[in-house]
């Protein structure tokens, strides 16, 4: 039969693919052995070449095992004859002819951007099904029949090529915990995004299940590969919501040939502080917004202040007097240089022990020597009492020490923040032992960008690297003495080379340790939860405005984010940004995805318009509990039984119950009453078969079946979590309820 003759030939070139891959993994890994072979020895210059080497090695091999699952997954025939296969890599052969173009190519583009109205030079487009390294099919797309029948292939030998489609094959899959990628089965609208520019901002706004979450990470993928030269130098940062969102997401970009982007959430871009404890949404939302900029830069300002009285003090028998006017008149100098607080500091302790030792000179009597005089200074700056009232004119600052003030010292946070009200001030306030927040770290950053570096610190850490150089200097000449190398080279250079030859870091390690690191490229997913204060840190870190903001304006559930893009990012982008939408849903069944539309506009929530790619029979259905204290229990029963029927269906498939934060906890104590345990929060078991979460929890996830749990109560706490809520199933929502169902879940038709 045709069909068989089609499969067995595209199986021989798969074989063929897969030869070569193992050839490279095997070249890449005997080299990998050959430098680790030659262990720490020889010198240092050649111990950092092989630590390059190494990583250079492993970085590759690395890429080769991620491409393992359909490596390749397509084919172009195009109209002058030629027939190009696509896959997740470019493979060529040992004389350098192509066998596997990446997807990522311009070669490719058309695989993804073709149709039968502007073919773009292609005759067919075949998508290879796979099943690890077996073909299991064949999808075929003809975009010019005549070239094809002048090419002498016969229409009617493809019928037993064609199926239910590739891409809804890949829609009606069981999840399995981890977001796969869609390499194989990106859509025009998404390829165009994936491929914008990488120059300015761009926004992708699109509805629940339009792929944009996987946009962003091809895109990431495709930039990196387009751009490799100025994005490996500078790294591409990755944002997302949560931990568990970016647990979920962690296989997509090593599946796609890329292991070097940082990925985040905004709790974790100061490096170390960790920003685990929980506050209200009323006290992040005053964290977040963008007066608090304001807040800070006063509250560092305030630092620097002119005493009531002078200060006298003895100093060898002399009294000099720290007057208020000339501090006022060395603040004002200090701060006219426009530096951070810690570096402006400098500048002020000169000017203020410059005029001190004028004072005792001019109760010397005599010309004092240049050197005596800076005697005389070093002698001011250790005196205690002087020391004591200069720190109070102008301390020395660290962000934490900053922000813990404000929370714990009532009159500090009302001098620096008159634009809250007493009733947000006194929100606003908490321990000194409380654990950082995450609306907390945009407040460090943006407090440590006004401070700087403590120069006193940096002094000292110079000191100890200059003490720590010069007994690297001294042992490279006692070993140039017993080597007799010293006409080879200094004990200088070979002390450079002894510092230089520990263990290399990649841009990204190097980037995620460093709070003052500039990436070429940020993508921010679920962008719309971020406040003022999060996008002025994100801002910081892409001086280009190189971006790419993904998210859904209808979403929105976090207190201070964003419900219009243009009154979020002009004030911040100035006007500088482009938007691109998505339009197509993939994820969620027609029935579903039309219900939450309705509820969202009954919500008024600025919904997108959008079409569903497939439907599902019975998608959408309702179950009434009668009486509210049930109602934990029936969600219960409800996920084990439906774990069941997704289990037997599709041999794997996941259930997530969704509720209010106070609700899951009843469902949860419900399910373990049973014997089941359910993780939940960031310890969610991405892969277990059931799990219970809030909205919030749940957001930028996807599973086979949701039961949401009393919609009506997760509509009161947040219109937006109620849309994400109904719009997480690829096949089925359940709805449990006891109060009445809020507007919009039946149709009115």
Known sequence: MAADSELTGEQQVVDGLYARLDELRAQSRRRLTAVRRAGPSGSPQN??????????????????????????????????????????????????TPLLTDWRAPAAQAFYRATAAHPDGVVRRRHLVTAGRRVTGLEDDVLDLGALEAAGVDPASLAGVSGEGALLAALGAARTGRMGDIVATIQSEQDAVIRSPLIGALVVQGGPGTGKTAVALHRAAYLLYAHRRLLERSGVLL????????????????????????????ADLYPGVEARGIETDEVAR???????????????????????????????????????????????????????????????????????????????????????????????????????????????LTPQGLLTDLWTRPHRLEAAAPELTAQERALLARPA?????????????????????????????????????????????????????????????????????????TTAERAAADRSWTYGHVVVDEAQELTPMAWRTLLRRVPTRSLTIVGDVAQTSAAGGAHDWAAMLDPLLRGSWRLAELTVNYRTPAVVAQAARRVALAARLPVSPQTSARDVPDALTHEHVVDDALLAVAAADAAEK????????????????????????????????????????????????????????????EFDVVVLVEPAQVLAASAGDLYVAMTRPTHRLHVLHAADLPEGFSDPA
């Open 47 to 96: 111990r950092s070449e092989r630590d390059a080497f190494a990583t250079l090695y492993e970085d590759r091999v690395a890429q080769l095992e991620a491409v393992e699952d359909r490596l390749a997954f397509g084919r172009l025939d195009l109209r002058d004859g030629e027939r190009r296969y696509i896959g997740r890599i470019g493979l060529t052969d040992e004389e350098q």
């Open 433 to 505: 032992d409380a654990p950082w927040t995450p609306a907390d770290v945009p407040l460090l950053d943006e407090a440590a960008e006004l401070l700087g570096e403590d120069d006193q610190a940096a002094q000292a850490q110079a000191r100890a690297d200059a003490e720590r150089h010069a007994s690297e200097v001294e042992y490279a000449r006692q070993v140039l003495s017993s080597t007799g190398a010293g006409d080879l080279v200094s004990a200088e250079a070979l002390a450079e080379r002894f510092a230089s030859s520990g263990p290399s870091l």
């Open 286 to 396: 005053i964290k977040g917004r963008a007066v608090m900029a304001r807040v800070v830069a006063r509250a560092v300002r305030q630092r620097q202040r002119v005493p009531a009285q002078a200060t006298r003090v003895r100093v060898d028998g002399r009294t000099v007097v720290v007057r208020p006017q000339d501090v006022a008149a060395a603040i004002g100098r200090a701060r006219r240089l426009h530096r951070p607080h810690n570096q402006a500091r400098v500048t002020f302790v000169r000017d203020m022990l410059g005029r001190l030792a004028e004072q005792y000179v001019q109760q010397l009597g005599w010309d004092v020597p240049p050197e005596d005089r800076a005697e005389i200074v070093e002698d001011l700056r250790t005196t205690r009492e002087i020391r004591i009232a200069l720190n109070l004119a102008w301390m020395p």
């Open 642 to 701: 439906l774990v069941g029927d997704v289990q037997d269906a599709a041999g794997g498939g996941r259930v997530a119950v969704v509720a209010t934060r106070d609700r899951a906890a009843q469902v949860r104590a419900a399910l373990e009453a049973t014997g089941r345990t359910v993780p939940t929060g960031d310890a969610v078991d991405l892969h277990a078969p059931l799990v219970v979460l809030t909205p919030g929890q749940a957001k930028g996830l």
């Open 239 to 266: 944002v997302g919501p949560s931990r568990t969102f970016l647990r979920y997401i962690d296989q997509v970009l090593p599946s796609l040939g890329e292991t070097g982007v940082v990925t985040a959430t905004v």
